[in-house]
C-alpha cells in the first residue's frame, strides 16, 4: 500500500514563530487533505488540497502531486496550534476509496 | 447540512464483553465511511471502509468487525473485547471526496 511519511515527528516553537511541516507520499493519489487534532482528540479539517495552494488565515499549504509532497505552513504561531497535524491521502481500491494518515507532526507552541 | 454523529463519546468495558460503537451521518446520501483506531501514541490505523449498504472492507484482521445496515449507519462490533482493543475510535465520512470525522470513542478495556 501507500506509504505517507510526515516530518518533523516533533516541533517546538516560540509563540510568533513561523513552521513547515512536509508530508511525502509513496505513489499517485486522488486527494491529499491536512488535519489538525486538538486535545480533545477531535480532528479538524485543515486543507483539502489535493493540488496547488490555498491559504486560510496564518495557515497556508502546498500540494505538489508530481513530486509527491505536500506543505502545511504556520505563520506567527499561537499556543492555540499546538496539537498534531495529520496528512491523509485518497486512493483509489477495486474495493473503493481508501484514506492513508501519516504519523503526524506534534506541535508544541510555548507562550 | 452535512454532519455525522458518533457516540458515546467514552466507554469503559470488561475484558470479555461485547462492543458496539454507532455511526451515522446525515445530510448525504451513499458516502464513504470509515472506522479509525489511534492507540497511544499518534498513527491513526484504519480498521474498516465501505462504499454501500452490506460493502465492508477490513483492512487489518483482528477481534473486530464491521456492519453498515442502511445507507447512512456504519457499526463497528466485538463479540468478546481484548485489553488490547482500548483505544480511541474515530468514524469518518466522505460525502463527495473530501472526509469529515465525529467526535470519537474513547475506549478502555479493563
Known amino acids: 500500500g501507500i506509504q505517507v511519511e510526515q516530518s518533523p515527528p516533533d516541533l517546538i516553537l516560540q509563540e510568533g514563530a513561523n513552521s513547515t511541516l512536509r508530508c511525502n507520499f509513496s505513489d499517485s493519489v486522488n486527494n491529499l487533505q491536512w488535519f489538525h487534532q486538538n486535545p480533545w482528540g477531535q480532528l479538524i479539517n485543515l486543507f483539502y488540497?489535493?493540488?496547488g495552494t490555498k491559504q486560510n488565515g496564518r495557515l497556508s499549504a502546498t500540494t505538489v502531486a508530481t513530486e509527491r509532497y505536500s506543505l502545511l505552513y504556520i505563520s506567527s504561531s499561537q499556543t492555540t496550534d499546538s496539537g498534531v497535524y495529520f496528512c491523509?491521502?485518497?486512493?483509489?481500491?477495486?474495493?473503493?476509496?481508501?484514506?492513508?494518515f501519516g504519523e503526524g507532526t506534534q506541535l508544541t507552541v510555548n507562550p | 447540512s452535512q454532519t455525522i454523529h458518533q457516540w458515546p463519546a467514552t466507554l469503559v468495558q470488561p475484558v470479555g464483553s461485547p462492543l458496539s460503537l454507532e455511526c451515522t451521518v446525515e445530510?448525504?446520501?451513499?458516502?464513504?465511511l470509515y472506522w479509525y483506531r489511534q492507540a497511544a501514541g499518534r498513527g491513526l490505523q484504519l480498521l474498516f471502509y465501505?462504499?454501500?449498504?452490506?460493502?465492508i472492507s477490513s483492512e487489518v484482521p483482528q477481534n473486530l468487525s464491521a456492519s453498515r445496515p442502511q445507507d447512512r449507519q456504519f457499526i463497528l462490533s466485538s463479540k468478546k473485547l481484548l485489553l488490547s482493543d482500548s483505544g480511541f475510535y474515530l468514524c469518518a465520512w466522505s460525502p463527495f471526496a473530501e472526509a469529515f470525522f465525529g467526535q470519537g470513542t474513547r475506549l478502555t478495556v479493563v
Open positions: 491523509a491521502v485518497e486512493t483509489s481500491e477495486t474495493s473503493g476509496s481508501r484514506l492513508t
Open positions: 488540497i489535493p493540488s
Open positions: 445530510g448525504t446520501s451513499n458516502p464513504n
Open positions: 465501505s462504499v454501500g449498504i452490506g460493502q
